[in-house]
């Protein structure tokens, strides 16, 4: 399956602590979004980033969020201190190419829960 | 800022109805997004369209750029349709894809 890969599907964190969500591209992408949806919400746009690069992080909160696409390895999204807010489906998406015309690819999703 | 608007929010229809879901937005983009998302479960792509109309199926999705609106229709809808579809904008100075709200859709067998 060369689909878009998120881990954990599920994660489950205590206030005060820090989230790690990953995603691996379908093969052969190097563009990847990081969106969030807020129970009962629609999706919102966090940062775009392309290998090694970060394009856009307009929606990404000023403070205790991250993300970073490295040149190997999966994409991650950082989060710390975690609190109640953070709870949330975060999920990704990649495409092939740069340009706002290009269909993107949706993983499952990583469903966070904070205690 | 492109402010995506989606109708209806709620929609129950009896199996082999035909289904629409409107979707309209507030400046000039480079794409329109179909997506379907199932409770509890990840995001589908049903079609990317920027002019015209597009078939897979059952489904159609139709775009009218100079009245910055687009349809998704389903023909002889079943259960199995029941999901959120979202409606997502790309362009209009934003890199990231703008969504509306979604509409819920139940259909009853």
């Known amino acids: 399956n060369a689909g878009v890969m998120q881990n954990p599907r599920h994660l489950v964190r205590r206030r005060g602590q820090e989230a790690r969500l990953r995603c691996s591209p379908m093969k052969g992408h190097s563009h990847v979004y990081w969106y969030r949806q807020l129970p009962e919400e629609g999706l919102k746009f966090m940062v775009y980033?392309?290998?090694?690069?970060?394009?856009?992080e307009s929606g990404m909160p000023k403070e205790r969020f991250s993300a970073e696409f490295p040149k190997e390895g999966p994409s991650i999204l950082r989060i710390q201190q975690v609190v109640r807010g953070d709870s949330a489906a975060y999920f990704c998406?990649?495409?092939?190419?740069?340009?706002?015309?290009?269909?993107?690819?949706f993983g499952d999703g990583t469903r966070l829960s904070i205690l | 800022k492109n402010e995506v608007e989606q109708s209806p929010q709620n929609l129950t229809a009896q199996e082999g109805e035909f289904i629409t879901i409107n979707c309209s937005y507030s400046?000039?983009?480079?794409?329109l997004h179909w997506l379907q998302q199932h409770p509890g479960g990840g995001i589908v792509s049903l079609f990317m369209?920027?002019?015209g109309k597009k078939k897979h199926g059952r489904l159609i999705a139709t775009i009218n750029i100079q009245e910055k609106h687009s349809s998704l229709h389903i023909t002889a809808s079943h259960p199995r349709d029941s999901a959120v579809y979202i409606c997502a904008v790309s362009g209009g100075g934003a890199d990231g894809l703008t969504f509306g709200k979604g509409t819920h859709l139940i259909i009853q067998p």
């Open positions: 369209l920027s002019s």
């Open positions: 980033l392309q290998k090694e690069n970060i394009i856009d």
């Open positions: 998406a990649s495409s092939a190419r740069t340009g706002r015309d290009q269909p993107q690819h």
């Open positions: 400046v000039g983009i480079s794409a």
